[in-house]
């Protein structure tokens, strides 16, 4: 399983850019799809996630701003992300996680992509 994330890049508080992810070696339109950030010196947090029946989650901090879709097709999944901050500046990941380990069914390990970064300036 490969996921190859890109979209980064630096960019002025306010602005948009749209990172994607996309996937390989796996049976795509059926996984839950997610990316998460780490900010250096943080944590990774989830910042939006979109199940295989395309139901959505997001962070509070990015309701409103951020959007995930995937398109099955292409086996890619997207973050679109507008009115962009500071405070988002991290590195961006992007995850699969199988149908059955979210059901608790088995124990197949997520997948996760290298990251893409991405620098918002004040």
């Known amino acids: 399983v490969q996921l190859q994330a890109s979209g980064g890049g630096l960019v002025q508080a306010g602005d948009s850019l749209r990172l994607s992810c996309a996937a390989s070696?796996?049976?795509?339109?059926?996984?839950?799809m997610s990316w998460f950030r780490q900010a250096p010196g943080k944590e990774r947090e989830l910042v939006a996630t979109?199940?295989?029946?395309?139901?959505?989650n997001y962070a509070e901090y990015v309701k409103g701003r951020f959007t995930i879709a995937r398109d099955n097709a292409k086996n890619t999944v997207y973050l679109q992300m507008n009115s962009l901050k500071p405070e988002g500046t991290a590195a961006y990941y992007c995850?699969?996680?199988?149908?059955?380990?979210?059901?608790?069914?088995?124990?197949?390990?997520?997948?996760w992509g290298q990251g893409t970064l991405v620098t918002v300036s004040s």
């Open positions: 995850n699969a996680r199988s149908l059955g380990h979210d059901l608790g069914w088995d124990d197949e390990p997520d997948y």
């Open positions: 070696g796996l049976s795509f339109s059926t996984y839950r």
């Open positions: 979109i199940n295989s029946g395309g139901s959505t």
